[in-house]
């Protein structure tokens, strides 16, 4: 087993930094300035936001380490890493269900994104002057949703985006631009922040997203916060384990996670921050759902002075947090193709291996098909493409989110938690140099007993077994 070989020749990050912008933008995407705002928003602000962040600690940062440390212990990626740790093929199937789960992400995905570029162009074109009110905005929301060719379009742009970044070797392609996109977008948002904070009757807002009630704290608002946390850290589905093969051997996985963990809070910390002082600041209900940040904010940006930079501002910014994330889905599947495609197979050579071009190319293709099918069943274009009466796009995103990642994540503690040490491998996850035994020891604890337990939960939640309150 070597460290250093990483799944596609001749390529890995060549800087710690890089490895950390590059999975700080796979965590940091739609999930925390499109989602966050307005799960918190619909469950209390403040109390919603303690309950998020005892799950990442819990949850979040000993299940990064361990994606990371699959990743960079193997040098492989999530088609190769299990098999080449544990000695067999028996926890190859933990591979095809990231490979799985990063295909449909990508399928629903990539169609918000092509949402985030149609608002970011109009915003350009100053569409949203003649749009006065949250009605016509509605009724322009559900005009963009509805068009079939357009959301096609729109998804395709970002789909061709990311296939030209994934088309270089990592160190060349996303290691370059993450570097770039993470800083100019926190740059972006503290802007932005500092702009919303001078609005008249903004501390409302503040107020209400860290104010404190625990009553709010059911056990749904756990549940939902978990799941949050998982999707917002792209955890479960393969991308920090294609992330940590790359990863310099220098590099310490714990502070790399705290790391990637802090900046992910932190924009969507920031993200509550621009988005609730300005929504009472002109005085929009603040659970308005998944409509916030396409009906209210353009609203918002409206009436704001410097509204078409505003506008453009921050459309930018979320069409750049959601690349950074569609990169890292798109990796998966790439390295995947690569590794399994240039797997030794003895004499009995039956695939051909493939290029890094090749597998972008295919990873592309079939993406875009997937694109094509949620769109026809979302507008209703082809209505029979739905599954127990929901369109493609909403299965794809409960299924993965609700069931798949936490499998995924599930599948990854258990493998590292039970299965390695008993395999006779312990010294394969030896915790990085440095790293407090104390601290190892209660890793290992949570991976094996309280990871998988509130896994079952979540999971046993989503699939209606049981409901909570
Ligand atoms: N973490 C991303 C977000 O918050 C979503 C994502 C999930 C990206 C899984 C890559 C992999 O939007």
Redesign the pocket.
Known sequence: MSQSSSPVKGTAFTSKIGLIMAAAG???????IW?FPYIAGENGGGAFLIVYLGCVLLFGLPLLMTEFLIGKRSGKSAFGAFRELCGNSRWQWLSWLCMLT?LL?MGF?FIVTGWCFNYLIEAIRNTFDSLVGTEALTAHFQSVVSNTPRMILFSMLPLLLTAAVVWFDVNKGIERLSKILMPLLLLMMLLMAGRVLMLDGSNVGVQFFFQTDFTKITPRVVMEAMGQCF????IG?G?LITYGSYMPKTQNVTTTSIQVIVL?TLVALLAGVIIFPAVFAFGFDPAEGAELVFVVLPAILQQMSLSWLSSVLFFLLLCI??VT??I??MEVMVAFICEASNRPRGKRQSVRPLSRHQSVLITSAVVSVLIVLCVLSMTGAWSSLSVFGHNLFDCFDELTSCVM?PLGAMGMAIFVGWILPKNGVKGKMYPDRGVKRWFWNIYIIVLRWLVPAAIVVIFLNSLKLFDVA
């Open positions: 796979s965590a940091v995407g739609l999930g925390n989602k990063s992400i995905y999707f917002s850290l792209s589905m991308a992910d947090a959601a994330s569609t890292s889905l990642m």
